[in-house]
């Protein structure tokens, strides 16, 4: 009930209900009824807003400690910004106490490794021994800034506490190799992985697999896509669209039409972006043939962005002159419920009154009208609308 009458902006009646439910069984107010009440709010109104009805759990919440102030943190990280959190957080932290917890929240995403290393240093101040989940933050943000050498400090020092590194270390650390353009240490990092016993997943292996693509070693790459099969993980369409941007840029259709192939066979269903190096990569060498199969394909199997993929498509086949696939391929993309681009139209409507085709352009006309109404939602004035990311907080 919370939940829908926060999607639909009426937080008076809200708080109504959670005085009610306060009133009837304090114990059904928790540091979940927390987020998913602040989670509402977030979304349409302001940072401070959204702490002031933090605050006013005070009196409905029997337990309002450090769980709802996590929760209040982690709305905001999701909804707003982490920067807005962390505001938040040093606002708020003298009414609570952090708990690693809170920590691990605001850990994630930083891009400063001098401003990350400051917030660690005041997690150990304030008592809070780190997890691997800190710890693998930490070795997040120097790999993104290529200090590796600080990322293995990091490994080291952790084995000292024991903290045992799990594979999403290894997997930050292995795309940190990658940046610095040393791929070949991938396969020590993966045996290390094994003797230790963390094996290997699918985002581990698409790290080297990437690796080796920025390397525009292939064979290699693809020796790793066999071997995960042989370890029963099968490569996703993150795998592929890695090996799919080397071929885009090297302009390879034939490669990457037989990579499809391979995804089809195996099952693995192409993503947008998977769908997006074809089409473009068809497009720029006029192959409608395998333009068509793909967008069939699409059709049949639901995968991939219809709008998108169709834009490509459309400007292809009016270029080529092919305007019964077009038109055909356009009812397609209604029939499925979903709307045609305006420009795509545009383009299409034109050659129709090039051809002298009223009448098949007045059936499109009319079914793109159909499937174009659009619903406005009214905003309330029952709270601040937020104008920006970050404000600043009293104190």
């Known amino acids: 009930m919370l939940y829908i009458l926060g999607r639909s902006r009426k937080f008076e009646l809200v708080w109504d209900v959670l005085v009610e439910i306060r009133r009837n069984d304090p114990s059904l107010v928790t540091a979940r009824t927390v987020m998913v009440v602040l989670g509402?709010?977030?979304?349409?109104?302001?940072?401070?807003?959204?702490?002031?009805?933090?605050?006013?759990?005070?009196?409905?919440?029997?337990?309002?400690?450090?769980?709802?102030?996590?929760?209040?943190?982690?709305?905001?990280?999701?909804?707003?910004?982490?920067?807005?959190?962390?505001?938040?957080?040093?606002?708020?932290?003298?009414?609570?106490?952090?708990?690693?917890?809170?920590?691990?929240?605001?850990?994630?995403?930083?891009?400063?490794?001098?401003?990350?290393?400051?917030?660690?240093?005041?997690?150990?101040?304030?008592?809070?021994?780190?997890?691997?989940?800190?710890?693998?933050?930490?070795?997040?943000?120097?790999?993104?800034?290529?200090?590796?050498?600080?990322?293995?400090?990091?490994?080291?020092?952790?084995?000292?506490?024991?903290?045992?590194?799990?594979?999403?270390?290894?997997?930050?650390?292995?795309?940190?190799?990658?940046?610095?353009?040393?791929?070949?240490?991938?396969?020590?990092?993966?045996?290390?992985?094994?003797?230790?016993?963390?094996?290997?997943?699918?985002?581990?292996?698409?790290?080297?697999?990437?690796?080796?693509?920025?390397?525009?070693?292939?064979?290699?790459?693809?020796?790793?896509?066999?071997?995960?099969?042989?370890?029963?993980?099968?490569?996703?369409?993150?795998?592929?669209?890695?090996?799919?941007?080397?071929?885009?840029?090297?302009?390879?259709?034939?490669?990457s039409w037989s990579l499809y192939q391979r995804m089809r066979r195996s099952g693995c269903l192409p993503d947008t972006e998977s769908c997006m190096f074809l089409i473009r990569l068809i497009k720029r060498q006029e192959k409608v043939e395998k333009g068509l199969e793909l967008w069939n394909d699409m059709v049949k199997k639901g995968f991939g962005s219809y709008v998108l993929v169709s834009d490509v498509l459309f400007d292809l086949l009016c270029i080529m002159g092919k305007l019964a696939d077009a038109e055909r391929c356009f009812l397609q993309m209604i029939e499925k419920g979903q709307k045609p681009s305006y420009i795509s139209f545009k383009r299409i409507k034109v050659l129709k009154e090039l051809t002298n085709k009223h009448k098949a352009l007045k059936n499109l006309s009319e079914k793109m009208a159909r499937i174009g109404s659009i619903s406005y939602v009214s905003q309330t004035d029952e709270c601040p609308i937020d104008s920006s990311s970050s404000v600043l907080l009293p104190s």
């Open 40 to 255: 509402r709010i977030v979304k349409v109104c302001s940072v401070r807003y959204t702490v002031d009805s933090f605050k006013k759990f005070c009196k409905l919440v029997p337990e309002f400690g450090v769980d709802c102030y996590n929760g209040l943190l982690r709305t905001l990280c999701q909804e707003k910004s982490m920067t807005d959190a962390r505001i938040v957080y040093h606002a708020l932290k003298h009414r609570f106490k952090p708990n690693l917890q809170t920590f691990n929240i605001l850990l994630l995403g930083w891009k400063s490794a001098e401003e990350a290393e400051d917030f660690f240093d005041e997690m150990k101040r304030m008592g809070v021994r780190p997890d691997v989940v800190s710890c693998n933050c930490l070795i997040d943000v120097y790999c993104k800034n290529r200090e590796i050498e600080e990322a293995y400090k990091v490994f080291d020092k952790m084995r000292e506490e024991d903290i045992s590194p799990d594979v999403i270390s290894y997997t930050s650390l292995i795309g940190g190799l990658g940046l610095v353009g040393l791929p070949d240490k991938d396969g020590d990092l993966l045996k290390e992985m094994k003797e230790y016993g963390s094996y290997p997943d699918v985002a581990s292996y698409n790290a080297v697999i990437r690796n080796f693509c920025i390397a525009k070693r292939l064979g290699e790459a693809y020796k790793l896509m066999d071997e995960m099969v042989g370890k029963d993980l099968e490569p996703n369409a993150t795998t592929c669209n890695v090996v799919f941007r080397t071929f885009f840029w090297s302009n390879d259709l034939m490669s």
